[in-house]
Structures are given as C-alpha cells and as structure tokens.
C-alpha cells in the first residue's frame, strides 16, 4: 500500500501547486501607493540587495512624493511589503513557501528572478526573488521600467511624472535569461567630460572614484549591464587606486574587467612606473609577472573578467619584438604564463577562470597570422573604432568552449579623426553590426566604448538593450528610438522626438560634426574646404537648410514640453542637436563665402558674420550644458575635445564689393554644364530654388513679374540689401508644364529665367536630375538573398546581402537586385557602386559583387581594405565605399541593372549613375 499512498500524496501535492499556479498567474495587481503610504521595503541583509531596495524606494518616491521605508526584516512590515532577495536565502524561501511560489526554475540559472504578489501571515506582499544578485536588481530594474522610470532619470534628469494609484502586475513571472552573458560599457577617453565633472563638481576623492562609480552602476543596473571596464586615462587615478572603487562594485554586484590594452586587471598608464624599468617582456619579464601578480592578489576575492595578452604600456603595439612572428609567438607565451599564474592564485583550472583575449588593432594580426589562444579563452572581436566590426568568428571559432564577443565603439580618439564630442553613430548601423554579431554566435561579452557617457545616452541604451534582449534586432531601430522618446518625454511626443533624432542621425551618417572639417588626427592637419562646395555651393546650401529644419522642429518641441522634462530634452536631444548644426554652420558659411566671393556674389560677408554667430552659439549652449541643474553637470561638456582644428574658432575674411553690377540668376549646378539653365522634368511635378543677386551690393527690391507659367514661387518679392546679403534664394515648385516660364523684375529690370523642361520619359522609372540618376539600393526588385536594411546608408534604404548566403565562385542560381532606369543624355558616364563600408563577416570571406548592365559583360568588384589604408580612412569618415565602372557611351533610354551578392554581408547603398557634365556632390544627389 505504501507506494499506492506515496503516489496519491504526490498527486495532491500536484493538483495543490496547480491551484497555486493558477491562483497566481490571476493575483490581483499589487498597489504601491494605498492611504497615502508606500509598501515597506524588505531586502536581504546584503550590500547589493539593500541598495537595490534604495534605488526602488527612490523611484517610488520620485513617482509619488512618499516617503519609502527599507528594512532587512519582515517583522518591520505590518501590512504591505516588497520583497527583495536571494532565492536561496531563508528570508525569500520562507516567504515563497507562504505564498505558494516555486523557485525552482531558478535552480542553475544567472540574472533571472520570480516576480510575484501573494500573502505572507496576513501580510500582502510582492516577492522579487532573484537567481543571483543580479537577477534581484533585475527585477527590481524592470519594477521601476513599468512604472515609468527611464534608465536617464538622473544622469540625464528624465524627471518621472508624478501619480497616483500605482500598481505593479501581481501575477508571477519568469524573466527571460539575458541574451549576451556579459554585457559592458567602457568608460573611455574621459579628459575632457567625465573626470573634470568628478573632480570639480561631483566625486569627494576629487576623481572617478566610488560616488562618481557608484552612479555608474546604478545607471548600469537600469540598462541591465553586468561589466565595467572602469576609465584609465593618465587624466584619471587607476581604478584600484582609489580607495573604495573595488569595494563599490562588489557591492553593486559588477563584474571589473580591463581593457585590450591593460591585461591582468592592470591599469597600465597610471600603475607602470619609471623605477619599474621598461615594459618589454624580453628585458624585465619577472617584474611585468610580478606586477600582475601582484594585482590577481589583490582582486581574487572580487568578480572578474581577465583579461589577457601583452600590448604596450598604454593603446600601443608590444615593446621590444624584432617582428611581428616574434611578437605573435610571445603573446601566446604570456598568455599560458598568465592562465598558470591565475590557475595558482585562484585555486582552480584555467578553464573555469572568466578570460578574454580581444584582438585590438595588431593583435588582430597577430591572430590572423597563427597565433593560438586556448579553447577556454573567450575571443572578442573589436570593431575598427568607427563602428564596423573588423571581423567575427568562422565555424570553427564559434564551436570554442570559451566562446566570441565584441568590443565596439560610439566614441574615439584616433586616426584618422576623433569623434569624442557628440554621439553621432547611427542606431541603423549599430543594429547591423549586432545583427552579425549575433548570428555569427558572438554572444560571451559585448563592450561598448562609450566615452564620457554624455552625450551617448541613446546610444548606449540602444547597444544594452539589444545586449540583453537580441530581440531588439529583429525590430526596425526606429521602433525603438520611438518606444525610448515615449519613456523620457511621453507619447504625445514621442513620434516628433523620435523623427528628429533620426533626422539627426541620418545628417551626421552623411558626415560627423567632428569630421566637417576635412581634417585629420595623428599626424593633426590643419582643417581644408569641405567638399560639400564642389557643386557650387548648392549642396551646402541644402544641408544647412535640413540643419536649420531641423532645429526649429527641436526647439518647437522644446517649448511644449513640461518644463520638468526641459533639462533632459536639451540634454538628450536638443544640445546634440543644436551644436551639431552650429557646427555645420559655422564650417558650411564660411566655405560659402570664400565660393561666394569667387562668384562675384555680395553675400560673401553676410555669411562669415553668420558663422561667427554659430561659434557664440556653440559656446553659449556648451555653457547652458555646464549651468543645467544649478551646476549639477559643471565640467562635464567641453566643445573642444583634445583642442583639435575643427572645433578652433577660425578667423572671419571681409571681401570688398566687385565690379559687377546689376540682377542676375545663380542656378543650382553652376560648376556643371547645366551652369546656366534649369532643367526640369516634362510631366512630373517637381521642386527647384535659384538665387537672385545684386551684383556689387546694391539695394534693389525686385517681384514676380506677370505672366508666369508651370512654376510658382513661395516669395512673391522682397527688398535685396544688407541683412540678406543681397541675394534672395527663391523656392520654385513647377507642376510639370512643357513650357515653363518665369521672369522676375528686379531693380527696374526683367530677369529672364532659363528654364527648359526636357523629356522625363516614363513616369514609373527613376531618370537624370543635373545629369545623374540616383538608385537607392531599397528600390530595387524584391530578392531572397539580400533584405533591406531600415534607415542604413545615405538612401535610408540599404540592402544587404544575406547573412548566411555561402561565398559564390558561381551565379548560376543567384537572385539579383534588378533596377530599371532612364536616361535621356547622349555620351559618356560614371557608374558609382556606394556601399556602406563594412569588413567582411570573418577570415573566410571578402566583400563582392558583380554587376551586370544590360546585356554587357559581368564585372566584380571588391570592397575589402586592409588595415589602416588610406582607402579605409576616406570610408570611414563619409561612410561609403565606392566602385566604379566608365562607360564610354551610355545611350540614351531605358537601362538595367542587375547586382548579384558574391559574399554574405555586403551592404549596397545607392547606385549613381554620373552622366558626362554632371556636378560633383560629396553626398547622395538630389533626385526627383
């Protein structure tokens, strides 16, 4: 009988947890805020669970203006609590017997927790019990996220909006396991904003020490990142200088790692002295071993992420090796010296130690070029400091035990220019990048350089996410920029909000502020004429004015938003925003005045006087940055990063007046055949602008005169003179007439304009604007093997090739992108192949394609680089690549292209095809 009633036990012990279950998943909501008091929190009697209750007592209080209560006892609860704890502590597991909860789904599992609401001794309690320590802060995080906590609310003042009637979902839950293991942030060239903001403004060490770390790992926390590679400039005290920084995050449950250039948890730059003699392994190897030694000591009692290797004392190859074999064969030397020594010191085999090796600018060489790490040993592929990783893992690579990461960048100081002021990286790219990483299986570590952390906010929050939840990847990016606008300022405008930023984003895809000046770093060269005045000055004159748009919508923004929410706006969006176009403008006005002046044209001076009053902009902003929050941010913006040529205020020329007198037209191309008309396409609508000049400066007013025909200005008429320097840019809207016809009086005079309207052919077919077609990759027919890529490129509308499309020696069964064009001019052409300058998926593959015009011959080209070339520095700072083919004839009519994927990952932006005359754009040509 005993097995029959064993066996009838268990089923009512079943039928008891299903009741229970089911009870549960149906439990009433938990409220927060009942007869004007808030639940006593209850935590674990442990550093990171207390200060898990705090940061939850905080965001109640910030909801609800009530006062919040943490204890480690539940005897301090009299009716309501929040529980906060370790599934394995007495304190949760009591508690989850009452209520009827099983943990045992988090037996074995790292970062989850069990949510729920049930009865403990006639109190109502809501249980958040974690795997680990992390997975308690984790539902605590996402506690907070559903009440409407931003991850920014107080390193970018993103207020919460006051209520009443809180409630949190009672019934349990199982959180999801992150989909990356270790997700981090590197804190990163910080001389400029984070450590003088500390020093002076923040940290009582006078440095990043622990109350300056602290609030990083909060933030880290509400972003869900578990690893900190701390900050290591010279500008900066080493991490385990200060006193109180190991401890702090220990208490805070983050894992400490070092960065590429600083193995076995050393910080190099501030730790290495002189009297140690020099870095070289080959001359002073027992004291670089007892260095680390001597830090492994020091830190075995914490959680860590080592680092191994050997580079130079700071971001620098090796010192003393005669080559790069002899360099590669003594990192694998160091590396089996440093496992033994961590094996010894921590008491347990290497393979069970938590060990990186990233493959940093030459080490990356050094790998390729045979160099073996041990299986165990996690490989972390970096990407080439603009955003596009260099390279990830083979098959084989992938199936190692220690598994593949990244390290990726949204802020750097280097060659060929840094972007160390504002955060300017497309989200579309960084999907894309991810996109590979994850499906290549890198999936151990992903570290982002995030600088000084502002401006990069979105960024960063962008990279986490996707860090956590490779979910995210699988949205369109602007889905989620819409969904993070709704959290900061609320969904009424959270549509606008998010619309600028990527308008904002799409600006500085085409180029980066930092990079406006044509400049380069290491060797510094002085700035030069932007290529944006190689038309004639009509493409800068269209991006100032999408500059100029997009600041007015900013601001317009800015003036409906509660004033709690402006501080974050104008950190989050409006400075970036903002600086960002003056920047431009300051760059933009004064290469237009030095063309303009070329051109005779009296506007020369009106613009160098606007340019100036861009750089009193900048600095007036920068100083409204520092002054937010009666100082709370002082020290922390710096317009001027590493004083480099971009950002100096340049001087401002005078011209004198020339000879030339009276009215005359500019038309958009004057540096093209075209120089002198304004082509228009027969049977389409289209928009146009030309500029009316006084020549010499003198003060006329001038009007539509009678008798227009298919084209209507939006200025009727107006007075030339000083404040608009002469000149009057006049926008035209043509409706498609065969013989348009318009003419202008001006200073007693008729100002003829030269308008031809040409044979635009089929309306369904793209065709010539100034000469040029423009194919955006996404207008191509639908094809299984390349997916369009949502906002990437200078089309918006990338496509790339397949992820896992096999490397091709043959087209037989390709599926083509297909794209039908027009043109109507008759000689020679230019077919430009603009991609997006990614590396190859890894080691096995390049980067190819063929094309096919017509009937005519297939031609294949190649956008790999090497290393640092010259080629990869022009990509990276326009972010293209380009292959062109010449044509001798293009014959006018109807025309197709056919562009087959010869490698997986390949990203075609935009196809231009440059007719014979055309004027020369430095970035996508207008097109109708």
Known sequence: MRPIRLTMMKSRLAALGLLLASALA???????????????????????????GGVLGRDLQGLTGLASTRSDSLDDCRDRCIMIGSAASPLVTQAAQAMGVDLSPLRGQQERYIRAAGMVDGRSVLLI????????????????????????????????????????????????????????????DEDWGLQPWAAKTYDPVKDIGPATYARVFELMWRLKANLIWPAMHDSTRAFYAVPGNARVADDYAILVGTSHAEPMMRNNVGEWKKLHGPFNFFTNRERLLGYWQERIDQVKGFENVYTLGLRGVHDSAMEGATSPEHARDTVQQVIGLQRDMLARSLGKPAANIPTVFTMYKEVLDYYNAGLQVPGDVSLVWPDDNYGYLHQLGTAKERARPGGNGIYYHI????????????????????????????????????????????????????????????????????????????????????????????????????????????????????VRTTEY??????????????????????????????????DAYFQLVLYPVRSSANLNRRILKLDLAGEYALQQ???????????????????????????????????????????????????????????RRGCGLVY???????????????GRQASRSVTLVSYGGEQLTWSVAPGAQGLRTHVQGGLLDASNGYEQRIALEYDGSAKPALALQCGGRTVKLNAQAQDAGDKALPGERERIVVLPAGSAAASSEWALQPGLGTSGQAMRARLDLPKRTSLTKAKPLTYRFQTRSDGGALLRFVAVPVHALTSEHRLRIAVQLDDGPLQTFDYTTVGRSDEWKQNV????????????????????????????????????????????????????
């Open 601 to 659: 044209r009296p506007s020369s001076n009106l613009y160098a006087s606007q340019a100036k009053e861009a750089h009193t902009a900048l600095v007036r902003d920068a100083a409204a940055y520092n002054a937010l929050g009666k100082g709370k941010w002082a020290h922390l913006m710096d317009i001027a990063p590493r004083r480099l040529p971009v950002f100096a205020e340049p001087a401002y020329p005078s011209w004198s007046p020339s000879a």
């Open 877 to 928: 700072l326009s972010n293209t690549a380009v292959r062109s083919t010449s044509l001798a004839r293009l014959k006018p009519g109807v025309h197709t292209l056919r562009v087959f994927a010869l490698d997986p990952g390949v990203v075609l932006d935009r196809i231009d095809i440059v007719l014979d005359g055309a004027p020369h754009y430095y970035g996508m040509p207008p097109a109708d």
């Open 26 to 52: 149906h439990a009433a909501p938990f409220t927060l805020d009942a007869d004007g008091r808030l639940p006593v929190i209850v935590t674990d009697a442990q550093p990171t669970y207390r200060l898990a």
């Open 533 to 566: 005045v190689r038309t004639g000055g009509e493409e800068a004159e269209q991006r100032l004015a999408r500059y100029g748009a997009l600041v007015a919508r900013a601001e317009a923004v800015e003036q409906r938003l509660p004033a709690e929410l402006r």
């Open 668 to 682: 958009p191309a004057p540096h093209s055949s075209e120089a002198s008309m304004l082509v228009l396409p027969a």
């Open 411 to 526: 802020s750097y100081w280097g060659r060929p220019h840094d972007y160390l002021w504002l955060g300017t990286t497309h989200p579309a790219l960084i999907r894309d990048q991810l996109e590979r990483a994850w499906s290549m299986g890198a999936r151990r570590m992903w570290v982002v350089n995030v600088g000084d952390i502002k401006p990069g906010e979105y960024l960063t929050q962008y990279f986490l996410d996707a860090a956590f939840d490779a979910g995210v990847l699988r949205q369109d990016p602007a889905r989620h920029l819409s969904t993070w606008a709704a959290q900061a300022f609320g969904a009424d405008h959270a549509a606008e909000v998010a619309a600028i930023q990527q308008e904002y984003y799409r600006l500085a895809w085409e180029r980066r502020p930092e990079f406006m000046g044509w400049s380069q770093t290491e060797p510094t060269r002085p």
């Open 129 to 188: 019990a974690g795997a680990d320590r992390r997975g308690a802060v984790y539902g605590v995080v996402d506690a907070s996220r559903e009440l409407g906590i931003s991850p920014w609310e107080w390193w970018a003042d993103v207020k919460p909006r006051r209520r009443t009637g809180l409630v949190l979902d009672g019934a349990r839950r199982l959180s999801p396991a992150p989909s990356v293991a270790w997700r981090g942030i590197f804190i990163n």
